[in-house]
């Protein structure tokens, strides 16, 4: 007798519709599983065969073939465990078929028969309403994370004979009751705000204009001048999440097993700060069964990385295709695993080992040892970073009047503005920020006046801008023009834009030439 149960795959952080296949004939008795499966999946033969003794099924000796399919796509991980048994009990005569065809069903089996949770619940749910299913069947400790998905039932399950008696009577089928409007309800709060810095003027503008327009900042200047304390605060003053950011962060995170049963929904925007001996494939994701990495787990949110020469050269180039595609591609042999990237990367390094260049009353470096400190930052990454901005020493009054500052709630409100601004302008062109303006947006969008073409033109010739750091004058001349809340970029907007960038000169002008 043959049946088939609806499941869902995790192929990178999205669901992919499995359908297990089931057949019980008469034959030499055996189990067999096919499909393009991986050993854990494989392992399932002997789980199913067991949880099924355990749960009080008896099965004759027959011979059972299970496939899942399309057998193009590798089958990994524990979740197919219940699928395959309840497949094989509706093969049996066991289970109505009838109550599978509109339900999805994903679950590790336990020897016992318990069904334990699994990775990915909210990719899954989210599959399953997206094939249209109206039903999710799921470990009881992974229910909360997939009611995040409105639009599909989603019923918790503990044990194996629990699911067969709610398939074979729906009166016995048990809802949640946990939406995703008590989620997002939740206030953002963090234990840090920007009125906490004294100081710092130059740094907490350039932050600004750098969140305002999703640009990436670099900070350099000695140790102890406040460029970590900044950076930890950038999410205090990013636009609270919608809800379909929230969702699609939230996937990132449950893939990697990352959601807890209290908090099955990222309500904040992440702040991800990897150590600098952090490996490559821990900052891109990877390894055998592919899953996110930081660079992934920082989309929507901020990817600092402090003490930026310290990491090793080929873990920080990894960031290059990120930086400018928002996605990054893992290749393995069982096939590519595509993962988001779409993040706001924050850097602080200090200008030489010792951390006081140029300061030459402190600084005890050569200068060959700073050039080749500073050098461990390719020219190419330089190049995808739009301001870089230097910390100096705080003074003694400063430091006094910290709690004077302006708090992050008033920063976040004129970032906001600058933030609808944008969505207004690029609407249908599909990308929302400055920082990801093409060459069709920037001529649209940075046109320049007579006195605005001469003066860049005037840049471009001295400091002998790259093409790309031309564009990315533009780019945040035209952030600093919307926080101004000017339609059009003036001369005033283009020279607080370069000042923005002259430091990567002062610093690497001698190393890779001025840009």
């Known amino acids: 007798m043959y049946s088939k149960v609806h499941s869902v795959g995790i192929k990178g952080v999205e669901g992919v519709p499995i359908l297990v296949e089931a057949d019980v004939s008469d034959g030499l008795p055996g189990f067999s599983m096919v499909g393009y499966l991986s050993s854990e999946v494989r392992e399932a033969q002997d789980r199913v065969r067991t949880a099924l003794r355990n749960s009080g099924f008896r099965l004759p000796a027959r011979k059972v073939t299970i496939n899942l399919s399309p057998a193009d796509i590798r089958k990994e991980g524990t979740a ?307 301001i870089c901005a230097e910390s100096g020493a705080v003074t003694y009054e400063e430091l006094q009047e910290r709690k004077g500052g302006e708090s992050s709630t008033a920063i976040r409100r004129r970032i906001e503005d600058v933030r609808k601004i944008q969505k207004k302008r690029f609407k249908g062109c599909g990308i929302y920020f400055n920082s990801s303006m093409k060459k069709p947006q920037i001529e649209e969008s940075c046109s320049l006046g007579n006195e605005e073409q001469k003066f860049l033109k005037k840049v471009y010739e001295n400091l002998g801008l790259s093409v790309r750091g031309y564009e990315k004058i533009l780019k945040v001349s035209r952030t600093i023009a919307d926080l101004d809340g000017s339609e059009r970029i003036r001369k005033n907007h283009l020279a607080e834009a370069v000042g923005l960038r002259s430091m990567e000169g002062k610093y690497w002008g001698g190393i890779y030439g001025r840009s």
Request: proline letters at 7%.
């Open 80 to 386: 197919f465990d219940l699928p395959i048994a309840v497949a094989i009990l509706a093969a049996s005569g066991m289970v109505k078929p009838a109550a599978l065809s509109s339900c999805v069903i994903s679950g590790e089996l336990g020897l016992d028969g318990e069904i334990k949770p699994v990775r990915g619940a909210l990719s899954i749910t989210a599959a399953a309403k997206k094939d249209g299913k109206i039903q999710c069947f799921l470990p009881r400790e992974n229910v909360r994370e997939g009611l995040v998905i409105e639009g599909i039932e989603v019923i918790g399950v503990d044990h194996l004979k629990d699911l067969t008696d709610q398939l074979n009577d729906p009166e016995k089928q048990k809802t949640g009751s946990y939406g995703n409007g008590e989620l997002m309800g939740r206030q953002e709060a963090y234990d840090v705000d920007f009125s906490e810095i004294g100081g710092q003027l130059f740094l907490r503008r350039a932050t600004e204009v750098a969140v305002a327009g999703m640009h990436n900042i670099l900070y350099i200047g000695p140790a102890g001048t406040g460029k970590t304390m900044l950076a930890k605060r950038i999410p205090t003053i990013m636009p609270s999440l919608s809800m379909e950011e929230a969702v699609d962060i939230s996937k990132i995170y449950s893939v990697c097993g990352l959601l807890s049963k209290e908090e099955p929904l990222v309500v904040k925007r992440p702040f991800r700060s990897p150590h600098h001996t952090i490996s490559p494939t821990a900052l891109a994701g990877g390894g055998r069964i592919p899953k996110p990495g930081e660079i992934s787990l920082a989309s929507g949110g901020v990817l600092f990385l402090d003490e930026l020469p310290e990491f090793q050269r080929t873990t920080i180039e990894l960031l290059r295709q990120p930086l400018e595609e928002r996605k990054i591609t893992v290749t393995r042999i069982f096939g590519a695993y595509e993962f988001p990237a779409d993040f706001m990367m924050a850097a602080a390094l200090n200008p030489c080992p010792c951390g006081f260049f140029p300061d030459r009353t402190r600084c005890r470096c050569s200068e060959l040892q700073v050039r080749k400190y500073l050098s461990r930052i390719s020219k190419p990454l330089l190049d995808r970073i739009d």
